[in-house]
């Protein structure tokens, strides 16, 4: 796959260090060989007979990483009506039918709802989905992925007993159709169950094609479990080699004894603890601000995930949970902490995903744990601040302080960046832009800081930071250029650099 390529007349973030600069980039066989001024890089090039591109000044970037995606997911979402810009419950319904008039046979598909931009404040009902196709299943996906909606076709056909846990009610006592829990498992699995293996493989490509576009050359990925389907993971191994984005697979499944025999060096790492802001499901000790009845739910207890991660550490196999509450962070760490003291394995590099609404003692815990805090700066970006969704689910003073990346770096943590694709697009620049323009003053980080939870830090969450990360001798030859240096653009218009090339291993696969 490496290919040979010299790059001359550009500024090079190594990302070696704050200040570290070049011009010229030479890779021979998809690894980087010399990294100097243009005149040297040049010469060396003609040398070996090696083509040269003149970047005239164009910015080059290690090659970005997305920390957190759910690529399957994200693949899905791109063939299912996208529902985020409905702002009624009556323009979801709508929406659906004309997506039900496009396909006209199977399941009719919806993503990305929120049901805070609705003004009725909730998502359709089981009798108001049944009301438009009383012949056709219907599935919805929360914008969150944290909860599921469907119709009676839907629920008799996936065969539900009513007795599953997170099976919602309405007033009457009757299902309504929006399923938590176990009933989300349920519904997630038969639903991504029933794809093809070719329609599997197509969403990575369709998701393979979206990040190239955005400079990305490595995605650790999210998948299987009962998030989405086990299948998905086989699909993932065929693909093995013939990408040009590297899906590095975190298989979340808490099957510890599949992982180890299929000989799996990582697990997780979001599995979940608990669950979103948005379905006011992510677990707290104190009760949700507009909706005092619920702090939240725990999905796992303390006994199960110490044992689960001790053994983990044990098969030298990395691991962490998805935990967004303070609750929930807590808990996990000190899981965490009691697992180590009985398997203790000194680079574990266990990760949090999200890590959102913490305690300045947890942050410190994390760190003195080494605890990689894997986090999505897009969003507070587009969920946070007065008035948004997260301020009214957890209320002013409990939300400004969600998301704290400066204090994160304050205290010395690990920060890997990601999007939680499709929660947020997949989209390193806007992480990148997103972490410098936090909606809160005091959590901005500089752009320096921002990049290496996209380049460096992405690398070594992952065991890859020998082999990506910088822009150096030894390293792949993976590089993203860009038309401006997010140090010369307006801090609010980082997100806005046009990705000039994607290369991987010295190949252009993406030119814009």
Same mark, same amino acid.
């Given at each position: ?14 990302? @070696? ?23 040297? @890089?040049?010469?060396? /090039? ?38 985020? #810009?409905? /702002? ?5 319904? %709508? ?9 006209? %046979? ?22 108001? !989905? ?36 997170? !099976? ?28 093809? #293996? ?92 507009? #909706? ?78 080494? +605890? ?53 697009? +997949? ?45 150096? /001798? ?39």
């Amino acid at each position: 796959m490496g290919s040979n390529s010299a790059w001359i007349n550009a500024e090079v973030i190594t990302m @070696t260090d704050e200040a570290a600069r070049a011009e010229g980039i030479l890779i021979e066989d998809g690894v980087i060989t010399f990294v100097g001024d243009s005149k040297e @890089t040049a010469a060396l /090039a003609k040398e070996k007979g090696i083509e040269i591109t003149d970047l005239n000044g164009c910015c080059v970037l290690p090659g970005l990483h997305d920390c957190h995606a759910h690529v399957m997911g994200t693949g899905m979402a791109m063939v299912g009506v996208d529902l985020y #810009d409905c /702002a009624s419950v009556k323009e979801v319904l %709508e929406a659906l039918a004309e997506e039900g008039k496009r396909h006209d %046979e199977g399941w009719v598909c919806g993503v990305r709802l929120d049901e805070s931009r609705l003004a009725e404040k909730r998502p359709p009902t089981l009798a108001e !989905l049944s009301g438009i196709f009383p012949d056709r299943g219907v599935y919805i996906l929360d914008r969150g992925l944290h909860y599921t909606l469907v119709n009676r076709k839907a629920y008799e056909e996936i065969g539900l007993t009513g007795k599953e846990k997170g !099976l919602c009610r309405g007033e009457d006592g009757k299902p309504n159709g929006r399923m938590h829990e176990e009933a989300n498992k349920v519904v997630r699995g038969y639903f991504n169950d029933s794809m093809t #293996d070719a329609q599997r493989e197509t969403a990575i490509r369709n998701v393979e094609k979206e990040a190239l576009k955005k400079g990305i050359t490595t995605i650790h990925a999210m998948e299987g479990g009962e998030m989405f389907s086990d299948k998905d993971i086989d699909v993932f191994e065929s693909l093995k080699g013939k990408t040009d984005v590297d899906f590095v697979i975190y298989w979340d499944t808490l099957d510890l004894d599949q992982v180890i025999e299929r000989g799996y060096d990582r697990v997780g790492t979001d599995n979940l603890s608990d669950g979103s802001i948005g379905s006011r499901t992510a677990a707290f000790d104190e009760p949700y601000a507009d #909706d005092p009845s619920t702090c939240g739910l725990m999905y796992l207890d303390k006994a199960f995930m110490t044992e689960w991660i001790g053994k983990a550490l044990k098969n030298h196999i990395q691991c962490g949970f998805h935990a967004i509450g303070q609750k929930a962070i807590r808990h996990v760490i000190d899981c965490y902490e009691e697992a180590y003291a009985g398997c203790p394995w000194e680079d574990a590099r266990f990760r949090i995903e999200h890590f959102g609404f913490c305690d300045d003692r947890d942050i410190e815990r994390a760190v003195k744990n080494k +605890i990689i805090i894997s986090t999505q700066p897009s969003f507070s970006y587009l969920r946070g601040g007065p008035g948004s969704v997260y301020q009214i689910r957890t209320g002013p003073e409990r939300e400004r302080r969600a998301y704290p990346n400066k204090k994160f770096l304050d205290y010395g943590a690990v920060l890997a960046g990601g999007s939680d694709s499709n929660v947020t697009p +997949i989209d390193a620049l806007l992480g990148i832009h997103a972490a410098v323009n936090h909606p809160y003053p005091e959590h901005r980080i500089s752009v320096y800081q921002a990049l290496r939870m996209f380049t460096i830090d992405g690398a070594y969450s992952a065991f890859e930071e020998k082999k990506k990360g910088t822009i150096e /001798a030894g390293k792949l030859g993976d590089l993203t250029i860009l038309s401006k240096s997010p140090y010369e653009a307006a801090p609010d218009a980082i997100k806005d650099i046009r990705v000039v090339r994607t290369v991987k291993e010295g190949r252009t696969v993406y030119c814009g």
